[in-house]
């Protein structure tokens, strides 16, 4: 059983910055593609970003400029630096394969807010 750990949330002001880790020892990411979600209060979790296995990567419209996914394959890792952070992208950040495959994560929790 994959269990993937989703790190690096927390409380942060507009404007501000943060930098998101997914990580398993589970599993060889290397040969899946990835993709950050997240889960805001009352709404359906979205896919807010994804990267293939070659490393080509695609954002929702509300993050492109402001979020990077980036993968480190010897680490088993995938990151979401997110910047210019707003209220809106307040939400419990989860990471899947794009059609999820594996068990969910608990998430992390991200928190915009002066």
């Known amino acids: 059983q994959v269990q993937l750990v989703e790190s690096g949330g927390g409380l942060v002001q507009p404007g501000g910055s943060l930098r998101l880790s997914c990580s398993t020892s589970?599993?060889?990411?290397?040969?899946?593609?990835m993709a950050w979600f997240r889960q805001a209060p009352g709404k359906q979790r979205e896919l807010v970003a994804s990267i293939t296995s070659g490393g080509t990567t695609n954002y929702v419209d509300s993050v492109k400029g402001r979020f990077t996914i980036s993968r480190d394959n010897a680490k088993n890792t995938v990151y979401l630096q997110m910047n210019s952070l707003k209220p809106e992208d307040t939400a419990v950040y989860y990471c899947n394969a794009p059609v999820p495959m594996f068990d969910w994560g608990q998430g992390t929790q991200v928190t915009v807010s002066s």
């Open positions: 589970r599993v060889i990411f290397s040969i899946y593609n």
